[in-house]
Structure formats: structure tokens, C-alpha cells
């Protein structure tokens, strides 16, 4: 029999023992247990590592020393615990060592909570308690009181109560009320309440309390940030009112005012249906007054700006899928509105919406997207509304459906098709909704149809010739004629069903040549060098010819010169390829590899460093020309010497002189001196990366984060610091070099940034760079996060430039009591 069955008997038959004095001794066990015991519906067991006492005059038993008590889903231990049978209670308490230092203090757990207190009383019949010194968690929150009663229902009523985010036994912050009642997962009330923080008490009183302290989200109000600006005065930004509809959608209404007139609003929903989609959409509007009215540094600037992500579950509809990512508003948004320094650089805003359909066991693809493009610098705006598309994947036509034998020759032949019909609208962002951008709307059909095949030759080379035809369908075109009277070029737009169509061939030689170069050294073995040629021929006619009757010729001014231009050149998809085309191409890929011997390994091993991971020359040659036939020589490599030190390079090297006017003349450069070419443009890269070898995991399982929590986090990531990442620092150098004719232009800049983890509580970010044509530190920013413990702090600083900013916020970490913050930011428009 097990120990702890044997206490369970002996405690039943002490049970018995205490029963049989006030009863007949003719009474069995289970008719005690039924008639005076009602309440001990199961087992109690017991342990106590020093002794059990049993007071059989006084109907209890005393339990000395890591005493715990069980029974049905109770358990307390404690240092002294004492089984009072008449009242049907326990008491534990802890006790005093030489010292003066109590130990043993009990910890009581029912239902899933732990109380730890110095005292406890409990009456296992009424599930009602007194504790004394109580400390126990619910939900984020702790809660301290120096006395508790507790209720049947869990309820409790707590005097002289602190109530805190922070784990600490001797909070950093709590509030402190006289009087408190807990109703579990569900909210805490109180009356009268103070801040305390670090023992002091606050100015900050509330003539009663409310937390909410359910598992889901709830509506609520949000806390807005406080604070004074320069130009703005003082302000409240980013409070308003969040709205938790149900469990697939909610909306959060926030607003900045400042007292001289500036304002924002901001309505934010984020929905989500599991096995289905989920996103989040934004609208943002604001007005900022800069500068005194009536003076010449006044503005009043209107602007908005919409945020939409949509993602759909793949397990939805694996063969169907609708996506959208929205980035759009007034070019001014982010310079005016942004907080976070990637929203100040941003110069360019795309957006797409898509949708897809594949069909089952068919090779045909559809697609529709309405695309965005928005250049925030010279205010230009590009929106193709839709674009849609329609594809038939590789197919092989000649290919036997039933094999056998070798494969035939034309059995390798394949082609595909798509076709695209597309609307495009360019134009600025005050243009937008005019009625001229809309007649300068361009739209047009493009089919295409590439035809290829792949075939081994010589054992060595594989050979692919391939043809492509193209075929565009327009329902306007341009026609040009010179007006004697005005001398003005005029543009007459006709209306009709136009098709320009193209064609080219193509027949490409490639192979790869392997070899390998034994050194005689220590530490080098061999370097490994392998070289990739291909040579090909691509034949185009000339569709400028008035055979095909897409190009005419006008007189462009008085003095009778004529120019040749096409109908369809400001259409969408161009006109059909002016000039006759004869090229023959020239590439070379290399890529050499060094094997080297390990330092470190006490074993003889080898490992690669890679010279050269890339290093490519192209060229050509036209035959259909008069004059100019060898066309740029084309260099590009990549290298990586160092671990983690990537180089890069490419440029041009234009075979022709150039005469003192900068014209091109045909004649050779290397006649005259030895050189393969001018180098017309040259761009280089060093980029050095560092990270710790330390992952961090991105799994909510391995990070034991509840579901509802993960997903606050990755609906609003910017609100979140990780403190686990260790660090990375990258640096980059950028070097381009131009000279197409006489002038050239050099531009230089270099930038760093990472982030560090300086000890368990400190984190520090940073970016920052220097350009050499200005010879001025470029964009600078440095954040600075501190953990708190129950807090955090946050400090970020733009030192200077225009964008020069800082912002200071101190905020308790949990959601709970998220709206305790201190917040102080200066930005960029006040200075």
C-alpha cells in the first residue's frame, strides 16, 4: 500500500475516531462520513515532513513542518496546518525562526489561483476564507491586500488593497484603495484610489476604480498621449475610443487635437475569420496649421492617406486567392503626420489589389489587379485600373501522349500564351480627379505568344531556338501633320480598331567548361574555376517599313524638316520596334572558388571561400546596321572574400571615341591607345553584415504567448519591443561613377545601422550615414529602450536634419494598465 493511501486511511479512521464519541459506536465509517461529515465528498490526504499530531478531545490534527493538505481541487501547504474536524476548517500559518524571519508562510491553490499570505482560515463546507498579508495573480494583474474575504464564488472583498502589473513582492507601482472586490475573469472595483509609485504617493486620485479583467478583448477608452509643441501648442494625440464588435472585427476611433487649431483623426479595423482572411484597413485625416495667420510662413495643410492589408488562408480556396496592399494618400501625409523615422524617409507609396484564379488540371491562369504607384517627391501619380491578365502555361503540342521509344525532336517544342488588357492613368495628385485625366487614360490589349525548344548537341552544348510573336490591339492612334498657318505640330487623335504586331527569332549556344587548378600550398589546395560561354543570334525586321503601316513621316517645323514617328507611341504598350535587328550576343559567366584549409579543425578539413560568386561579361554585335554595330560591353561581379562582406560591382565600357564636341564617332578606342573600352558608367557596393548567431523564434508556441495576445502583437507590431534579439549592425558603402559623353557625376555615400543589446534591460538602435557630394551626415536616428521591469522607457532622437525630433515615453507593459504612461515628444515640425 502507497504512503500516501495509508495516510488517507489512517486520517478516515481518525474521522471515525472523533465521530463514534458523539454517536454509536454500532456506526460504520461511510454512515459518519454521510451523516456528520456531508462535506467530505472525497479523499483528504496529508503529509508533513516533521509530525501529525491528533487532538482527539479537541477533534483536530496538527501537521508540522512542510505541511500540505489536499482535498478535491484544494491544496494548501505551509509551514503549520492544523484540521479542525468540529468546525470543518483548516488553518496554516507560517513560523518564526531564531532569527525573527518567518518562513513556511502558507500558499493555498483552489481552481487553478495561488494565494500566498502569512495566515489562512477556510471552511472546506462553505468554500469561504479569511487570509491574512493575501498575494495572488489574476489575469496580468497582482493583487496585495493586508486583509481578505473570500467567497464561495471566488468572489473577494480586500482591504487595505494594492493592485499592480508589476511581479515583484514589494511592487514598483500599484494602486492603492481602501476597500476592493475581485470578481475573477471579470473586473475589479474600487473605491476611492491613488497611484503609488517607488512607496510615494502620486497627486493622481480617482474616486473609484474599474479594471476589466476578461480574457477577450473589450471596448474601452483609449489613453491619449500629452504633451506641448513649439508651433502647435500644447496637444492630446492618439486617444479616442476602441470598439471590440465581436470576435472577427474591431475599430478603434483615435484623434489628435492641439490647442492652436491642428487636428487628426484616425479610424483603424482590424478583422480576422480563422481558415479564411484576415487584414486591417485605416483612414487617416488631418489639418496642420504651421506659422502665425496673416504671415508669409503660413500653412494649411489638408491631407489623408489609407492603409489596407488583406491576406487569405490558402486552406480557404486553394485554387482561387484575393490579396490587397493599400499604401495611398496625399503626398504630404507622412512629412506632416509621421512618428516613425521609415515613414519620414518614404518617398515612394505602391499599393495592389489582386485577385487570382487557376483552374484544376488545366494549364490556364487569370488574374486582375488594380495597381497603385505614388511618387511623394515630385507628387506623380500611376494607377493601371485594372490590369488583367490571362496565361496558358508551357505546353508541349508535339508531345505523344502515350511513350514509347526515344523522344523525338519535336516532341521538346513548347510554347505558352498570355494576353493582357490594361487601363493606365498617369498624372499628378492634384490632377487626379479631373475630367482631362481621365481623357488621357490609355488603354490597349497585348498578346503574347513565346515558342522555344531545348536540345542537346555535341554532347557538350545545349542549343534553344525559340521565336516570339507579338500582338497589340489599340482603339485610337496618333497621326501628326505640320499646320502652315499656326507653324505648330498638330495631333489628331482617330478612333477605329488598330493591331500592331511583332515578331523575332532567336537561336542561343551555351555550355559550361569545368576546371580546376592544384596549388602547392599549406593552407590553399586548389582553386575551382568554372566558366559558363553562351552565344546566340536574335533577328528582328524592321517594322518601320510602310509595308506594315504602323510609321509615317511629317514635317516638324518652317524650315520643311521631316521626322519619322509611329501612330502608336503614346499608346500603352509602344508601337511595334523601329530598325532592322541582326545580333549576335557574346556572354561569359565565371564564377572561382578557393579551397582552403580550417584553421580551427583538429581534423585536416577544407572549406570554400567564394573569389568570385559572379563575374560576367555581354556584348553584341549587329548585322543589319551601317555604322555603331558593337553595342556596350557590359561587366558585373559579385564577391564575398570575408564572411559576411558582400561586394558588388558593375559598369560599361563603350568601344567607340568621342570626338572634343562629345559626339560619338565610329571609330574604335583601342586604334589609337591599348583599352578595351570608355567607361561610360561604373557602380560598386561593399555591404558588411554582423548578427548573433542567436535566432529568435517567431512561433507563439515556442514563446508560450496566448493566442488573443500574438495576434495584438502582429496587428500592431509598432507598439512592441523585443528585448530577446541580441544585436546586428550592418554597414554599406555605395560608389557610382557617370560619363556618357563629356560631363560626368560621382556620388558616394556610406551607412550604418543595427541594434544592441548592452545588457538584459538595455536596448539600443541606430542608423545613421554620410554623403560625400553634399559632404553631410545623412538621415540619423538613435532609440534608445530600457526595461523597466513593469515599465519600459523608450527614448528615439533625430539629432538634426530636417526630420530633427525626439520623443520620450515611459508606459507600463502590461495591456491592463497600458494607459499609465509618461509620453514627451518634440518632432521635426517644431523646431
Not at 155 to 176: A, N, W
Not at 473 to 492: A, M, T
Request: proline share 3%.
Amino acid at each position: 500500500m502507497s504512503a500516501k493511501s495509508k495516510h488517507t486511511l489512517f486520517l478516515a479512521l481518525i474521522l471515525w475516531i472523533l465521530a463514534f464519541s458523539e454517536t454509536s459506536a454500532q456506526q460504520t465509517l461511510e454512515d459518519t462520513t454521510s451523516t456528520k461529515s456531508s462535506f467530505l465528498t472525497s479523499d483528504i490526504t496529508y503529509f508533513a515532513e516533521d509530525s501529525s499530531v491528533v487532538d482527539l478531545q479537541g477533534k483536530k490534527v496538527r501537521l508540522y513542518h512542510k505541511a500540505q493538505v489536499n482535498y478535491e481541487d484544494i491544496e494548501l501547504q505551509a509551514e503549520h496546518i492544523v484540521l479542525n474536524w468540529e468546525n470543518n476548517t483548516v488553518f496554516a500559518i507560517g513560523q518564526t525562526d531564531s532569527t525573527g524571519h518567518i518562513f513556511g508562510e502558507p500558499i493555498f491553490k483552489e481552481k487553478g489561483k495561488t494565494y500566498y499570505c502569512e495566515s489562512i482560515l477556510y471552511n472546506f463546507k462553505s468554500k469561504k476564507g479569511k487570509i491574512k498579508g493575501m498575494r495572488t495573480q489574476d489575469g496580468e494583474g497582482y493583487i496585495h491586500g493586508d486583509h481578505l474575504k473570500k467567497q464561495a464564488d471566488n468572489s473577494m472583498f480586500i482591504e487595505e488593497s494594492k493592485y499592480t502589473t508589476c511581479s515583484d513582492e514589494d511592487p514598483h507601482f500599484y494602486i492603492r484603495a481602501k476597500k476592493l472586490k475581485i470578481i475573477p475573469n471579470n473586473k475589479i472595483v474600487t473605491g476611492p484610489a491613488n497611484l503609488v509609485i517607488a512607496d510615494i504617493p502620486t497627486p493622481l486620485f480617482v474616486p473609484f476604480g474599474f479594471f476589466p479583467m476578461e480574457n477577450e478583448k473589450s471596448s474601452g477608452f483609449l489613453m491619449p498621449s500629452y504633451g506641448n509643441s513649439t508651433n502647435r501648442g500644447y496637444y492630446f494625440r492618439n486617444g479616442g475610443w476602441y470598439f471590440s464588435i465581436n470576435d472577427h472585427v474591431d475599430l478603434a476611433l483615435r484623434g489628435d487635437i492641439y490647442t492652436r487649431g491642428s487636428w487628426k483623426l484616425k479610424s483603424q479595423s482590424v478583422y480576422k475569420k480563422r481558415y479564411a482572411y484576415k487584414g486591417n484597413f485605416s483612414i487617416s485625416y488631418s489639418k496642420n496649421l504651421l506659422g502665425e495667420k496673416g504671415l508669409s510662413n503660413f500653412q494649411d495643410q489638408r491631407d489623408f492617406f489609407i492603409n489596407w492589408t488583406h491576406t487569405q488562408d490558402p486552406k480557404a480556396h486553394p485554387n482561387r486567392r484575393f490579396s490587397a496592399k493599400v499604401n495611398a494618400g496625399s503626398s504630404s501625409f507622412n512629412r506632416m503626420n509621421a512618428y516613425l523615422g521609415n515613414d519620414y524617409l518614404k518617398n515612394t507609396l505602391t499599393s495592389n489589389v489582386s485577385y487570382s484564379y487557376s483552374w484544376i488540371d488545366k494549364p490556364f491562369n487569370l488574374s486582375a489587379n488594380l495597381r497603385h504607384s505614388q511618387n511623394t517627391l515630385n507628387n506623380s501619380i500611376s494607377l493601371s485600373l485594372p490590369d488583367l491578365g490571362f496565361n496558358v502555361n508551357r505546353i508541349h503540342p508535339f508531345k505523344r501522349k502515350q511513350l514509347s521509344g526515344k523522344q523525338r525532336w519535336y516532341e521538346k517544342i513548347s510554347m505558352s500564351y498570355n494576353v493582357q488588357a490594361k487601363n493606365q492613368i498617369e498624372t499628378i495628385d492634384s490632377l487626379l480627379f479631373t475630367s482631362q485625366t481621365l481623357k488621357n487614360m490609355r488603354y490597349g490589349i497585348k498578346h503574347r505568344v513565346p515558342i522555344s525548344s531545348s536540345f542537346k548537341v555535341f554532347k557538350h552544348f545545349n542549343l534553344s531556338p525559340g521565336a516570339n510573336y507579338t500582338e497589340r490591339w489599340y482603339f485610337d492612334r496618333i497621326e501628326k501633320s505640320w499646320n502652315e498657318d499656326q507653324n505648330i505640330l498638330h495631333k489628331d487623335t482617330v478612333g477605329g480598331v488598330y493591331a500592331v504586331r511583332d515578331f523575332n527569332t532567336s537561336i542561343r549556344l551555351n555550355t559550361k567548361v569545368y576546371g580546376l587548378y592544384p596549388i602547392k600550398s599549406k593552407r590553399i589546395k586548389a582553386i575551382r574555376h568554372v566558366i559558363s560561354p553562351s552565344i546566340s543570334f536574335n533577328y528582328r525586321p524592321d517594322f518601320s517599313d510602310e509595308k506594315w503601316g504602323y510609321y509615317d513621316r511629317t514635317v516638324v517645323d518652317s524650315l520643311g524638316n521631316e521626322q519619322m514617328y509611329s501612330y502608336y507611341n503614346e499608346n500603352i504598350y509602344n508601337s511595334a520596334p523601329m530598325g532592322k535587328s541582326g545580333n549576335i550576343s557574346v556572354s561569359v559567366d565565371n564564377n572561382l572558388e578557393m579551397k582552403i584549409k580550417s584553421k580551427n579543425d583538429s581534423i585536416t578539413e577544407y572549406k570554400k571561400i567564394a573569389l568570385f560568386k559572379s563575374l560576367s561579361f555581354r556584348g553584341n554585335y549587329n548585322l543589319a546596321v551601317d555604322s555603331f554595330n558593337l553595342s556596350n560591353i557590359n561587366f558585373s561581379g559579385r564577391s564575398e572574400l570575408i564572411p559576411k562582406l558582400n561586394i558588388k560591382f558593375s559598369g560599361s565600357l563603350n568601344p567607340y571615341q568621342m570626338n572634343e564636341n562629345g559626339n560619338q564617332i565610329h571609330k574604335y578606342v583601342w586604334k589609337d591607345k591599348p583599352s578595351l573600352g570608355r567607361l561610360t558608367n561604373f557602380n560598386f557596393s561593399v555591404n558588411w553584415s554582423f548578427k548573433s548567431s542567436y535566432q529568435p523564434t517567431t512561433s507563439k508556441v515556442s514563446q508560450n504567448i496566448p493566442e488573443e495576445q500574438w495576434n495584438m502583437i502582429q496587428d500592431y507590431a509598432d507598439d512592441y519591443v523585443d528585448f530577446n534579439i541580441p544585436w546586428d549592425i550592418s554597414m554599406d558603402y555605395k560608389y557610382s561613377y557617370r560619363k556618357p559623353m563629356l560631363e560626368k557625376s560621382i556620388r558616394q555615400t556610406f551607412n550604418v545601422r543595427g541594434n544592441v543589446r548592452l545588457t538584459e534591460k538595455w536596448k539600443i538602435g541606430f542608423r545613421s550615414g554620410y554623403d560625400f557630394d553634399t559632404q553631410e551626415i545623412s538621415y540619423t536616428s538613435l532609440d534608445f529602450y530600457r526595461d523597466l521591469h513593469c515599465w519600459e522607457l523608450r527614448f528615439n532622437w533625430i539629432p538634426f536634419g530636417y526630420h530633427q525630433s525626439y520623443n520620450l515615453s515611459i508606459n507600463v507593459k502590461s495591456s491592463i494598465l497600458q494607459d499609465l504612461k509618461l509620453n514627451k515628444r518634440m518632432s521635426f515640425l517644431d523646431f
